[in-house]
């Protein structure tokens, strides 16, 4: 299912431009001659690409990986290469032994699109931003189904999101009303690439259809209950809008993963990140150092409590799986863990004594 069908467009609409085709000419030189296209959608060994031919198949060969939004090469139906990527959206696979899932590429904007009738927590927004700065491309954070609540706990959700959009537009939209949904279009344009994030049932695919003004992509009706789709998206897909711009729908995300997002996680948390060179010492873990900015930053009121929990628990993840590959730092973890446990357990026999 492609919303390509015109084969009319050119690779300007799909994104393409002149640094595009240097890039082009140099892979050419290396891999001979071949046509580049968009890849809009990705199976086990073959790939949908869009071209000024329009829609058409390409087998990938064993051993080459492709993500949704790669400019590639095609010879004779067959990937020969593809195009250094100027963003992507990576995130720790889900399950258990860590590996990079590539969502999309050469995003330019990613919205992350959230239920205003559901549970809005602005940890897993942060962990979503964190995701989007990583990947190069600039986050916008969706407020979706603004319809059904009203206008108080709107204001209530837009509030409790709004600490972790620092930098970040925060917007409110209603797919039947229309409400926002100009604001929306507003960040889409030729050429421009946009994707849609957010967990299955938070609007992905109803808004991704509003801006392509046909049912193209499938909706699900929600469970009751627990506010998760059915019938949803089950493959990312790109598609090229009427109005101009290319969209880039996706199935929902249980789990946001990061994966090597230290330079996400610094844009997530400025108002952290602007104190850690202002420690006294250059190794401060910020929890008892004298001379510490941010614990005194956290006296003053300058930042939360909340905001630097999270920083702490998403830099903790990092870490973490950075020292998979590092003994020396793992080794540093375990010290620093044997240390909170100490701590931990001191205060708790203190609150024994003291009878809590
Ligand atoms: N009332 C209301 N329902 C919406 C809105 N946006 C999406 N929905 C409904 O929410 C359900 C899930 O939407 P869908 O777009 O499939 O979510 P996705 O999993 O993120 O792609 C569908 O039943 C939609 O009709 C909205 O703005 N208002
Ligand atoms: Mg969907
Ligand atoms: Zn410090």
Known sequence: MSAFTSPFVSLADLGWDDAWAASLATAVQLLGPADPARVARVDLGACTVLGPGGSSRATIPHGTTVAVGDWVL???????????????????????????????????????LVAADGRVTPRSIERYVTLVWESGATPVVVLTK?????????DDALGRLEPACVGVDLLAISAPTGTGLDTVSRYFGRGRTVALLGSSGAGKSTLANHLSGSALLATGAVREGDHRGRHTTTHRELVLLPGGGVLIDSPGLREVGLWQADDGVARTFPEITALLDQCRFQDCTHRKEPGCAVTAALAEGKITQERLASWRKLRRELDRLAARDDPALRQQLRTEQRRQFREYAQVRKQHRRQGR
Do not use: K, Y
């Open 74 to 112: 095609v010879r004779q139906s067959v990937v020969v290469g593809a195009l250094p990527r100027r963003t992507a959206i990576v995130r720790r696979s889900a399950g258990g032994d860590a590996q990079a899932q590539t969502l999309a590429t050469n995003v330019d904007t990613v919205m992350v």
């Open 146 to 154: 603004a319809d059904l609540v009203s206008g108080d706990e709107l």
